[in-house]
């Protein structure tokens, strides 16, 4: 592609994509989850749900933040883009080899009363880095204004998984070292297609070259890490803010409670998939209008517009879905309460926690592309220790049984989510433009509220919801004001 046809990013219209592609993805995820638990025992589903987690919560440090500051900063030099995630890559694939190490001495597995199989412990380490590696040209291609190519690489990487595991289900396979093998498969294809179509699109450069017209942080190998070094802290603490309740629950019941709460936040994580989305395409854009006061005001406005838009429609759709498609898509024992809780029932706890982190995600991306970084690092910790001190009170000091501890453990969710919810508003420097809309964010807590306590009591207040698709037309006028 010649360089002139390099577009800059635009957060509606990249949000747009990655939205499209990661709700694709999450439906063939699901669909894959369907021929798991079908096709597994559940212990085994279990082993296979904490190895993922746990693997891609120690390697993402590996990510040493770098594909973050390109995402922020490489609209400003299109040009520096290539070399940018070819010293990424140099400096990552150091970065691993101590906690490759680390992995193969410490053997983490044992802490969660795994007993599973050496190569399938293998597979997810080397899935967890296949990951880790697509996140600098995805970042790159984002940075780009190609974000509909990212959104490519991604769909085409949950496929192949998906074909995988539907291979094995055809040789009636029950090895969830096999299945595991399928999803390293995804991942490495997605890894290589977004590395090629970096390779495709971004505009020539002298590899050589300083990559200080990116910013004043790529000056050099020093300057990049240490502006680097928070997000990277940020990036090994993060998973266990969304993983650490289903640790909680293993630790406490064993690999049977993790798996129903996994399939309970199987649509949770799916719907998490339109804040990402929406802070992906949002965090170039801030950290090019950074020194521009009227436009970064513009763009967080415009985002929070589409945030309070998509509210009722992720309460009501997820809900919706899950109800309607859980009975036929999972084994009853999931739903039935065996276990002590219905996964579905779960879910609607859970939701309380999906809408306070889509509503976060226009002030916890004002922070990622703040001046103050370690302000971020700060942020994110101050959330974990959060979400420790509620999920061990909740599910280790107050339930007393399989069905309270996964009850305990959906509270505890949502109760994290409504603190990074606020943390983001104090600690983003964002306090007046939260005022400045006090009365829709009422509207939205109150009438989100009403929404999950009704789906969740199996009640009609959600009725008492219906009002927040109010909001629905200035949403769509956000959007529209950022296509070009």
Not at 76 to 102: G, I, K, S, W
């Amino acid at each position: 592609m010649p360089a002139t046809t390099v577009r800059r990013p635009s957060s509606g219209r990249d949000a747009g994509w990655l939205m499209g592609a990661d709700l694709l993805a999450v439906g063939l995820a699901f669909f894959g989850q369907i021929l798991l638990v079908n096709a597994l025992l559940a212990e085994h589903y279990g082993w296979m749900v904490l190895a993922i987690d746990l693997y891609a919560s120690l390697f993402l440090v590996v990510d040493l933040g770098l594909p973050t500051l390109l995402a922020r900063d490489g609209a400003n030099a299109p040009h520096r883009v290539r070399p940018a995630v070819l010293r990424t890559y140099r400096l990552q694939a150091l970065a691993a080899v101590p906690f490759v190490l680390l992995a193969i001495a410490v053997r983490p597995d044992r802490w969660l009363n795994m007993d599973a199989p050496g190569w399938l412990l293998v597979a997810a380490g080397m899935t967890a880095v296949a990951h880790v590696a697509s996140y600098a040209p995805r970042s790159a291609l984002r940075a780009l204004g190609e974000a509909r190519l990212e959104a490519v690489s991604k769909v085409v990487e949950r496929g192949v998984t998906v074909a995988g595991y539907g291979v094995l289900v055809g040789l009636d396979s029950t090895s969830p070292t096999a299945f595991m093998g399928a999803f390293l498969l995804g991942a490495v294809t997605g890894w290589m297609l977004a590395f090629g179509l970096v390779l495709r699109c971004a505009p020539a450069a002298e590899p050589s070259a300083s990559l200080a017209p990116l910013g004043s942080d790529w000056v050099s190998t020093r300057h990049l890490l240490m502006a680097a070094l928070p997000f990277a802290i940020t990036l090994g603490v993060l998973p266990y803010v969304i993983r650490l309740e289903k640790f909680l629950v293993a630790a406490s019941g064993g690999a049977e409670l993790a798996a129903v709460f996994h399939v309970a936040q199987l649509a949770w994580l799916a719907g998490l998939v339109v804040p990402a989305a929406l802070r992906s395409a949002l965090l170039p854009v801030l950290g090019h209008a950074r020194d521009t006061p009227a436009r970064y005001r513009r763009e967080m406005h415009q985002a929070l517009d589409m945030c309070f838009g998509l509210v009722p429609y992720g309460l009501f759709g997820g809900y919706i879905l899950v109800a309607s498609l859980a009975p036929v898509a999972f084994p009853a024992g999931y739903l039935d309460g065996t276990y002590g809780a219905s996964a579905v029932d779960l879910f609607a706890v859970l939701l309380a926690g999906w809408a306070a982190t889509l509503l976060a995600t226009p002030t916890y991306t004002a922070l990622m592309a703040g001046w103050h970084p370690w302000r971020f690092t700060r942020f994110i910790f101050s959330v974990l220790v959060l979400a420790s001190l509620a999920g061990t009170v909740l599910v280790f000091g107050l339930a007393t049984d399989d069905g309270t501890r996964l009850y305990a453990a959906a509270i505890a969710s949502s109760v994290s989510a409504v603190a990074l919810l606020v943390l983001s508003w104090w600690m983003s420097g964002q306090w007046g433009f939260v005022v400045q809309r006090r009365d829709e964010w009422w509207l939205t807590a109150v009438g989100a509220s009403f929404i999950v306590i009704g789906f969740a009591t199996h009640t009609g207040w959600w009725v008492l919801g219906l009002p927040l698709f109010a909001f629905t037309p200035q949403a769509w006028r956000a959007v529209r004001s950022t296509l070009r």
